[in-house]
């Protein structure tokens, strides 16, 4: 059994095909006894992924900042709610408690989590594995902007970092055989040494 932290959009406006994502992910978190570790409300992703896991009969643990406190939070199906006093220490908290990290697709919130737990890995503060669910290509201009970066040595092309999931299925079959990748440090040397 491992905690697997979900990151993903509190919209209920996005496509249909990111929702039915949503449940079958929460769907297969709850089957193989896993704890779902996500951001506590109960509004679009967030709320489909959770209310998957519960209905599967899984564990269910919502992180959720003071100020959100008026949002919609799913009590009746949450077996643990942790309230933080503000994002950086409901970041800090499902980080420390999620032992793998999946980005369902989401807005600014999603991706400012994602770069924050890839930058983390890329220092070395973790070893565990972040995927990017990238239903209906979703995550394809992000990985593009990628190798930008590594084509023009911002970031040394360390693609271990992190894995692209087509599916689901995809998502946890890698999780299934992760083994953590070294990783160089994150720094180039100086030119000309």
């Known amino acids: 059994m491992r905690s697997v932290c979900v990151y993903c ?14 449940r079958e992910l929460g769907k297969r978190i709850a089957a193989r006894g896993d704890t779902l570790i996500y951001g506590g409300t109960d509004i679009g992703l ?22 959100f406190q008026a949002l919609s939070m799913p009590h009746d199906m949450a077996d643990e709610i942790i309230f933080t006093q503000d994002l950086r220490e409901r ?15 989401g807005g600014f919130g999603t991706l400012e ?20 669910l990238n239903i ?13 970066l590594y ?7 360390v693609r271990a970092l ?4 087509p599916d689901v299925a995809d998502a946890f079959t890698y999780l299934d055989s992760y083994i953590p990748p070294s990783v160089p440090g994150k720094w180039f040397e100086p030119e000309g040494q």
């Open 9 to 22: 959009s509190s919209s209920n406006a996005v496509d249909a095909a990111y929702f039915d994502a949503a």
């Open 46 to 67: 967030m709320g489909a992924v959770a209310r998957a896991v519960h209905a599967g009969g899984g564990r269910v643990v919502g992180v959720i900042p003071r100020a």
């Open 91 to 105: 970041k800090a908290t499902m980080e420390a408690r999620a032992d793998a990290f999946i980005a369902l697709p």
């Open 113 to 132: 989590e994602v770069l924050e737990i890839l930058t983390l890995r890329q220092i070395q503060v973790h070893t565990k594995p972040i995927i990017l």
């Open 136 to 148: 209906q290509d979703f995550y394809t201009p992000l990985v593009t902007l990628f190798e930008g």
């Open 151 to 157: 084509h023009k040595r911002f970031a040394k092309p």
């Open 162 to 165: 992190y894995y692209i999931a």
